[in-house]
Structure formats: structure tokens, C-alpha cells
């Protein structure tokens, strides 16, 4: 039905509209009290059979105390313990229902507490009968008044509704008596009146919306209490097999009441610290905002830090760029310079191996002799022991020979101690003369560069000179007028200084041309010095080695002839002269007079190349001043060109009065002739 639809209609038949409310009110209850029945397992009743009373309302006469004891609900036989949540599932009334039967005939609708201590013991007495139900006292249809207390609480403020709105004659009485409809029910009431029943239809259209939402709502409740009935029979089941275990299950309840008190403690703890971590939250969100501001300054100064350092990064990549292009530079020469150290190494190395060749050679004949000397002695001592008289003057040149070779034997470690001394001399003075070499290739490089330099500057010296030429044609050309007389003296002049400024450029290019050669002659004595050092140090090899076969020949010679004074000797021992003649061989003390001669060279040659060293030196000096020279020609010059750009303005002035008395004699001509 439209209950909406109701309002637009223009006349109404107010009894009518009031059964319509009565018959759907009437309908609704009837539909809850199947619904009850049916989950309760009531059969239905007959028209004229009394049904159970399921509506408590205030004017009734039982009251609830009583229908639960005729129930056979008591409070004394509760053994089994009911959970916290099924005792609110109980306990909560449906949405939109009026106070249950446990409020009494003077509660408050709005008790909370009755309400939900009225419903505890509903489950509690729910639950008794169900352990009577074991013994054969309760039935289904005994625990259905509490099971469903709700549900029938909402149905007579459902018939109240129903009634309110059947009374329509007592509403009509309500309106102003001239707006009252007179006459015959044909007649239109006044619009007023036809409001006020709008109004009035349109609020009970809404409470019967609200009761039909009700009447849902506790079909839903009812579904829910028939499950929970199926949960109760199956918990009278297990009840019947824990009769046994009372004791058990009241240890448990009370073991459950203890957990239940630690439960309620540790909620409390845990409320307690969860007020505590949001006092923490509130002062971390503090905090935060603080820190973000913070930040937000940070980030301000930071942007502004990072353009500082950009910038700095910038200046530091060019710089970058600039040593990385002088390194490597520095690199080509190091690597110049290292190539260089190279080969004089080698070199060093190479004369140090073939001294140490030398020495080793000298040593090995020196062990050598040794040997044949004690060979020797112990032969003459055989030879004593024989003839001592003829071998006296024998022994006698031998005692000499030995005083000899102790002698020589001091004298060679004496020189073998000078020499170690000189060669270590010699090798300082070629390192020396190997950093004098580099720095003298170093100021022959600068030299170079400082040549070509003046040779730039002597071409740029020409074109400025060709250029003021140039000047100077163009301006003796503009000059040839007859009031360009007066000026004849100071071209001259300047032309003087051109003709000065060619001659010492010209100097100056004939002293490039002189160190150009001098720099090609020093570089080609250099060479012929290393040659030449290179040939001695052979040549000296060479000598030392047939120093060293001619003293053996002379030694040997020597050995002869002491073998002819002593002919009766020399007989019995044939082989004696070839091995003496190898106790000559303490003569390579000439060898060691050799090197000495040798180093003496090279120091006569490293003398020489320090005396070209400091010539070139010299020249480098005397470079320098031509430069000096040159920047003098230079700053003449610019004096020079600064003269030719005044005297270039002056003639520039010339021509512009010039052409200011021309324009006078025209004008002065025009105005003759025209008057």
C-alpha cells in the first residue's frame, strides 16, 4: 500500500482509512504470534481457543514474576556457566522494541540496567530448565517467554499505534470547529482541515513504516533465538553427560572468574597504556611538526648552500681542466727527461760493467800469481834442501822477490783502495754530468723557445713597421696641398724613426740568425764530446789490455835473463822460466797507472763541458738583454704609431676645414653671382 500516495488525495473517508490501520495492525500481530508459535512448536489454535498472551502491557494483571515461576523459571538451580557474549546476545533487545516483560508495570522504557539484569536472568533461568529438562520438567514451550520477551514487546505498541489511528472521531475533534465538515459526506471539508489530516495521516504512514522495520527486525531477532535454541538443546545435551562433574564445573567457574578478573586487570593495564602511548603519540606528533619545520628551514638553507657549492664546483672543474692540461704538459717533458735518464743509465751501467770486468780480471791474475809463487817456493825450498850453495844467489833474488811482491802486494791494495775511491769519484762526477747535460738541454730548450719568440716579435716588429709605411704613404699622399706645407718637418721626422726602428729590427734579426748558429754548433759539439768520450773509454780498454801483454813479455824477459847468470840451475829445471814468468804479472799495477790516466780524461772533459755549459749560459744572458732591447724597439714603436694616429687626426681636421672653406667659396660665389 502507498501511504505516500495518501496525501495527494483531495477527500478522504476518515473511518474508513482508520479500519485499514486496524485490520494491518491486527494482521501484524497475528503474523508474530505464528511466527512465535512456530518457533516455539506450538500447534495452531482454533478461533475461539485461547492463545498465550504474549503482549505484557501495563494494564495487564499477571505480572512477570509470576509467569516465570508458573514457567518453572527459578533462581536457585544455576549450575552451569554462561559466556559473556551469549549473555548479551541475550540480554540486547532488537532495534526499535519497547521495554520487555521484566521492566514491570512501573519501569522506564530507557532503564538500561533492569533491562539487561531482567534479560541475565532470563539466561540463567533458560539454562536451569534445561538441566530440569534432563529430569523430564521443561519443555520447549516452558523457556519460550524469556527466549522471546522482546519480540513480543514490540507488538502492542504496534495495537496502540492501531488504536491511536482508529480514533480518528476523537482527532476530528481535535480541529477548529468552523473548519468541521456540516451536512453530508458529499460536502468538501475546509483546506485546513484537509491539511491537519494530511499532516496527521502522513505521521502515522511513518509509525506504520517504523512497525512494519520493527516487525522485520524481530522476525530476524526470532531467527537468531531459534538458533539459539538449537545451541541450548545441544548444550542440554552436554549437560546431561557433565552432571556427573558438578564439582569440576563449578572449580571451572570459579577458575573462570579468576581469568575473568585477570582479563578485566590486564583490560585495565592495557587502557592504562594505551592512554599513556597516546599521551606519547600526541607529544611524538609534537615533535613531528616541530622537526618538519625544522626541516622546511633546513631544506631553505640547504637549497642555497647547494648553489654556493655548484658554483664552487664549477670554478673547480675549469681549474681542473687548466692542471690537467699544464700535467700534461709536464708529463711529455718528464717522459722526455726520463728517456733521457735512460740512456745515460745504460751507458753508466755499461762503463761500470766493463770496470768491474776489469778489476775481476785483475783479481783472477793476482790469485793466479799467488798459486805459482807458492808452487815456486816450495819447489826452490826442494832445490835448497839439494844444492844450497848453488842456489844462494837464487835464494837470494828469491828473499827479494819476496820483499818485492809484499811490497807490491801493499802498494796494490793501497792503489786497489785509491782506485775503488776514484771510481766512486768518477761515478759522481758522471751523475753530475749527466744533471749538467739535462739542465744544459734544458737551456737549450728555453733558448729555442725564447728564438722563437723573437722571431715573432720580429715579424710582428715588420708588419707593424710595413703597416707604418702604409701610414705614412697614405699620409704624405693626403698631404700634398699647398697648406700642408707647415708639416713637412714632423714626417720627416717620423720617417727617421721608422728608418731607426728597420735597422735595429733588422740587428736584432742578424742576432737570431748568430744564435740560431751558435745554438746548431753547440749541439754538434755536445755530440762530438759524447763521441768522444765513448772512443776514449774504448781506447783505454784497448791500452790497458796490451799494457797488460807487454808487461808479461817484459816480465819473461826479465826470468831469461836471471836463468843465464845461473846456468847449472836452469838445467834441472826445464819448465821453470814459463811459470816464473808468471810472478811478473804484479805489473798490472801500469794498468791501474791507466785508469788513473782515464779518469784523469774525464775530468779534463767533464772541465770542458762545463766551461760550453757556462758559455751557453753566458749567451742565454746576453738573449735575454737582446730581449730587452727588443722590448725597447717595441715600446719606440708604439710611440712611434701614436705619433702617426695624432698626425692621422691632425690631417683628418685638415681636410674637414678644407671642406668648410670650400663650402664658404661656393657659398660666397653663389651669393655673388645671383645678386
Sequence with gaps: MDWNGLSSIGKLDIQSLSKKLNDTARKIKDDVEKTVDEALGIPEKKKGEDRVNYWHNDDDDVAVDDVDEANGWGDDDLDLDLGPAEAQEDAAPGPGAAPGPGAGPGAAPGDGKDLEEATGDEA?????????AVDGKSDAGEEAPAAFAPAAAAAPEAEREAEDVSDGGEDQENLPE?????????????????KHAEAKLLEKSQQIAELLQQHDDQKSHIAAQKKRIAELEEERKKARQEKSDRSNAMAKLRKKEKEVQEILEEGENLSRRQHEAEQTIKKLRARLKELEGEQKKAADKGLGDVEEVYKQIVSLENENKSLKSSSETMEAQLQSYQSR???LQELQSQTEVKAMENVERLRMDLRESTLRLHEREMQYADIAVNVPEATKPLVDQIEQLRAELASKEDTWSSVEKTLSTKVKDLESQVRQYQ????????????GADK?????QEK??????????????AGARGQARNPQASAGKAEPDLDEASYRAALSKSEQLQAQLLEEKWKREGLEIEIKK????????VRRQAKQMAAETSGRLAETNGSLGDLHALEPDVAA?????????????????????????LVARKLEEDLVAKTRLLNASQKRLVELESGSKDVLAVKAKLAMALELVGEKEEDIEHLHGDLADLKQLYREHIDVKYSG
Design 124 to 132: 540463567c533461568e533458560g539454562q536451569q530448565g534445561h538441566e530440569e
Design 341 to 343: 735518464i735512460q740512456e
Design 459 to 472: 715579424e710582428e716588429l715588420l708588419a707593424q713597421v710595413e703597416e707604418a709605411r702604409d701610414r705614412v
Design 435 to 446: 744533471r749538467q747535460g739535462t739542465a744544459q738541454q734544458r737551456l737549450l730548450k728555453d
Design 529 to 536: 764530446l759524447e763521441k768522444e768520450f765513448e772512443r776514449s
Design 178 to 194: 468552523g473548519n468541521l465538515p456540516e451536512g453530508s459526506a458529499g460536502e468538501e471539508p475546509s483546506p485546513e482541515w484537509v
Design 451 to 455: 728564438l722563437r719568440v723573437l722571431a
Design 572 to 596: 834441472p829445471l826445464p819448465a821453470a822460466s814459463g811459470e816464473a814468468a808468471d810472478l811478473t804479472s804484479f805489473g798490472n799495477i801500469k794498468n791501474v797507472e791507466g785508469l788513473e
